[in-house]
């Protein structure tokens, strides 16, 4: 996203015209809308644009019908919205209830109702809403003046780019006003003699004659030095960027978030891929453009378990867990980089690569696309191929950031020991390292002896292909259809 919208329009296919409606409304107000298919760029896929359309936005507006509430897409979009805390107002233009997961997510929300005409009176009343909710209120005969202050600051220049979540607060900074911004994040910024502002008050005032900030702001001399910023890289590589190391291919994977798991409405979603939760990378990585090839082994190991042999760009198969650490051992002994096994999360970050269907490709998959037993289909896909064999690196389309073969071909281990849920799990994209304990007769004992494995196979139906699915095996199993992809720290 090159600039910041202040809202998000999440509708479905059927309620477009009132969507628009609503967008046509905001928009002449001078808001900032980002509404599909308009904003994605042409060639574009869909699912890669809306999670950082969602978080580059201030709130979002849900035109909820019946048509939302069987809508996959409305779901994720609510879904990523609430993860985010990203404030939301439904529009109901339906008299229905709201279901699945935007039942949970839409319980306390204040609705707007449009049940009877006219609409456009009811989408007025909506963007009254909208400002109220974004700190400000519409201009009369035109858009709001961007960043408006109370008079007694107005020689103070506002924000260039006010925060996505902010409710309103403005403060005092040097001779600017900084803002609007949340009540956690205002209270670390400023001291009791700050002057501040939010919608609702006559004038500035010292924080400390605030009541609600009482208690919550420090005096000056009590401040506590804030914690060194890292410093920035000089040349962050672009998201898909490829380089070489160690004579191996890899690809970037750029800082960010994504929801790691699957919608509880995802066809053949098994119940340890939820709960769906936001995970965040402060840090990019390079990850594999292939899984290991059998040239890249034998080049560190000296020889070759794979079943299926004559091409050196084929996958190394036929290895455990165990036997991809030695790999690494040896790997990282040549001094050109550190290199491990992915998280599961790193994996399935760089799987989707800012999708969020089942599939980077979209809804569906088909053999043109990946390498899977095609006697069986997912969803609205058909027949295809059964290979009965792995295929060389790069046969099939990469995904977003130019990796290959992320769904079928060779299972990929994963750093991760297996948990039956995501309840617990890491928020920052690291391994899982601690197994997952249960009672025993004699104190606590593992669960679950097992590894993760992701990606599926050549000898698998494509539901297990899935970027959300989590296969698991014992660390020193090797099977046909088990290799393994690299992660190197910058």
Known sequence: MDAQHDVFI?????????ADTICHFLEA????????????????????????????????????????????????????????RLPLIPFGVENVSPEGDLKFHLVNKHWLDALT????????????RVF????????????PEPGAVPPAR????????PRREAPGWHYADGDRTAGPVPLDELTARITTETEVWRPGMDTWLPAGQVPELSGRVCPPEKREAPAPSPPKRASEPAPGEERSFAGIEFCWCPPGKFMM???????????NEGPQHLV?????????????????????????????????????????WDDCQEYLARLNLLGEGVYSLPSEAAW???????????????????????????????????????????????SFPANPWGLHDMHGNVWEWCQDWFHDSYQGSPADGTAWDTPQMEAGWFGPKQKYPYRVLRGGSWSIQPGFCRAAFRGFSVPDCRFVSFGFRLLRTP
């Open 154 to 161: 107005r020689h103070r220049p506002a924000a260039a780019a």
């Open 29 to 84: 107000e001078g808001v900032r809308c980002w509404i599909a298919p308009r904003d994605i760029p042409a060639g574009g896929k869909w699912p890669a644009h809306i999670p950082p359309a969602i978080e580059a936005s201030r709130l979002m507006v849900l035109v909820f019908s019946n048509n939302a509430n069987t809508s996959e897409f409305v779901q994720q979009e609510v879904t990523l919205a609430s993860n985010v």
């Open 117 to 128: 005409p006219p609409l456009a009176g009811h989408v007025r009343s909506l963007v009254g």
């Open 261 to 271: 798991g699957s919608p509880g409405a995802e066809p053949g979603r098994a119940s």
């Open 348 to 394: 399935e970050y760089a799987c989707r690569a800012g999708t969020i269907t089942p599939f980077h490709f979209g809804e569906t998959i088909s053999t043109d696309q990946a390498n899977y037993d095609g006697n069986y289909t997912y969803g609205p896909g058909k027949k295809g191929l059964y290979r009965e064999k792995t295929t060389p690196a790069g």
């Open 280 to 320: 965040t990378f402060a840090r990019g990585f390079w990850m594999g453009k292939y899984a290991v090839t059998q040239a890249e082994w034998k080049r560190v190991m000296g020889s070759n378990p794979s079943r299926f042999t004559g091409d050196d760009r084929l996958p190394v198969e036929t290895v455990s």
């Open 10 to 18: 999440s509708y479905a296919h059927a309620d477009k015209t009132t």
């Open 132 to 143: 109220e909710v974004l700190g400000a209120a519409p201009a009369a005969g035109g858009a």
